[in-house]
């Protein structure tokens, strides 16, 4: 009786975890933790920027910038952490609505890796790349900050390194989840 | 049919994640790239046009000083009065023919309070028959900075010169000396403090019996100071009358441009002699949302 029962239990258990995802499907896990650390970055922005300094936290009334509470080493680190969050929440969403082997996680991981690093590098060329950016942009929410994204922006070497390492943490997070719960679309 | 939608929403979920993903690189400002704000205005507004038009009058005297001393083209050769050299390789005859050329090196040349280093190359390039200085007359020089700086030593202050410009300067009999500079590039450095005037073209005509004048401007000019880079152009030639009045311009219209965003100034010469009279369009949209002005004395 304990043994069926334990049997049954892990049956469960697989099917709401464990069950291996099928061609087609959509790798919900997959979805979840890129979500969860899309919220995460987020929610860093919310803590720690100031309002007048982060275009989207003007759709929040008031934001509590603790930045200065943090010491000067969590800072270092936390400049580029978003970027880190970003990279590796987008790249394990993608990966979970379209990939399935090894070779789809590596185009996925390429492809954010080199969205992100084009914008990191064009921060680098500010007035160069401002030029061609239309200016009915300015016109659209979001679009309307790109030239100031470019312009104000600072190319930073350690964003790269933090799109690196978050384009290879990705990769290994959708490897390890890869064959994980699927959930059909 | 159920492939098929399968296939729909997961093109509609990419599609999203896609613009989710690059809308919030813009909206955050990335990483360490710190946050950004949108631009409200343009580059040139009413916060920093006077700083603009302080750094355009400023880049354009660079041949000023040149100008006075035009007439004597004798380089001092040997020590320096408080320590250091000055070299030469080259001359320049007298009278000074073209093709003559001259690179002086400044080696810790100290006069004074002043600590003089690099090099300059001049190069006559064109010069009227028997030059003398009398007029009429006629004389166009090349004048190459390399590293050229000079330290006040007292005040901590280091001002250093790179690159090229052209001064012509002709004279004729009814008194109108004419000073045309012109060149590609032109660094100018104060300690931490940089502005590049590029493309540029300053003329003066300066008849020094009537006392009339007009000076023309046309440059780019990008600086530290402000932050940034614009164009500068003389639509209607600055004039005035050096007996009558301030001895300023009484009319005349520079317009400033940011080729990036369109952002833009007017700078018209008051008819009293008086300053500027500064209308800006921070907007781009060609209309001059502030005005203002300043008054010479602050240039």
Redesign the interface.
Known sequence: MKEAFQARSIAVKTSLFHRETKE?E?NVLQVLIGLSV?IL?VLF?YLF??A???????FFSDNPNLKDSLSPGYILMG??????M?VVA?TV??AG??ARQKRGYVSVCLF?FA??CL??VG?GLD?KI??IIP?WF?NFV????????F??????Y??LL?IALGSLVAYIISIKTGNLKGG?? | MK?EL?VI??FI??TA??A????????????????????ETGFINQDNIVEITQGIVDSTLIGEGFVEEFGDLQIPEGACADGGTITSVGSIGDPPAVDDTITVTFNDCQEFSDITDGTMTLTIKEVSTDFDGIPPYNLKVEIVFNDLSSEDIDLGLVATVNGDMTITISEDDAGELRVRIQGNSLTQQWDSEVEELSDFLLELVDNWITGDFSIDLNGTISSTLFG??VTFDTTTLFTGNENIGTGEPTAGVLLVIN????SQALLSAKDDGSGLEIKVDAE?DGEYEFEDFISYDNL
């Not at chain 1, 007048?52 to 003007?58: C, E, P, S």
């Not at chain 2, 955050?28 to 631009?39: D, F, H, L, M, Y």
Request: overall charge negative.
């Open positions: 087609g959509v899309l970055g922005y920027r100031s007048d300094q982060t275009y989207f936290l003007k400049n580029s952490l978003p970027t880190f970003h987008f969403m993608t609505i379209i954010w969205i992100d914008f990191e921060q007035t401002v030029e200016y300015s979001f679009l309307e900050n790109l030239r100031s994204y312009l104000q922006g600072r190319f930073d350690l964003d933090s059909k679309l | 492939r399968s929403i997961k979920c990419l994640i896609f989710l993903g690059v809308v919030s690189i813009i909206g955050s400002g990335g990483g360490g790239g710190g946050g950004t704000t949108p631009i940034g880079s080729s990036i965003d369109n781009g």
